[in-house]
């Protein structure tokens, strides 16, 4: 495993998750749910009582995987990296970038940073993305976003 610095700058989809319940079955304690159960046995490892079937209600965050098949290769057009975002917040940035840069990069070259780079760097962004966005917004995330900026994160 490689922990090397690298350096982004460019647009990127910024998100809040999004919460949902549960949609599936699960088994507990009819007694007590938060006895802890083999879910193959009939009868509670803990207490004895019979083992129930209940709607899972358990919330938890959507994400891009919970996008349906039928939207094509979404889920390899975008990464998270790691340790970027605030709590509550996801950052995306697509893999076709031509904004994701290395440390190495940086030190050697001067990057043109003017509006008119960045306005371009938007046109080819949403012309690559525009149903993405739109999928994003539909399915697993609220407040989709995107900002320019630049930041540094580990890979
Ligand atoms: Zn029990």
């Known amino acids: 495993m490689s922990v090397s610095p690298e350096f982004f700058i460019g647009w990127y989809v910024k998100a809040k998750y999004r919460y949902s319940k549960g949609t599936g079955k699960e088994k507990v304690c009819y007694s007590n749910p938060d006895h802890e159960i083999d879910v193959s046995a009939n009868y509670c490892g803990v207490c004895g009582t019979k083992i129930i079937s209940r709607d899972d209600i358990t919330p938890r965050t959507l994400n891009i995987y919970d996008i349906p098949e039928q939207s094509g290769d979404l889920q390899d057009r975008f990464y998270e990296p790691e340790g970027v975002a605030k709590k509550g917040e996801v ?56 900002f320019y900026g630049a930041f540094v994160y580990y890979s």
């Open 91 to 146: 950052i995306l940035v697509s893999n076709w970038s031509a904004g994701h840069y290395n440390g190495e990069f940086i030190n050697s070259q001067i990057m043109n940073m003017d509006s008119l780079t960045q306005a371009n760097q938007y046109t080819e962004f949403i012309k690559e993305h525009d149903q993405d966005i739109s999928l994003l917004k539909e399915y697993v995330y609220d407040n989709v976003q995107l």
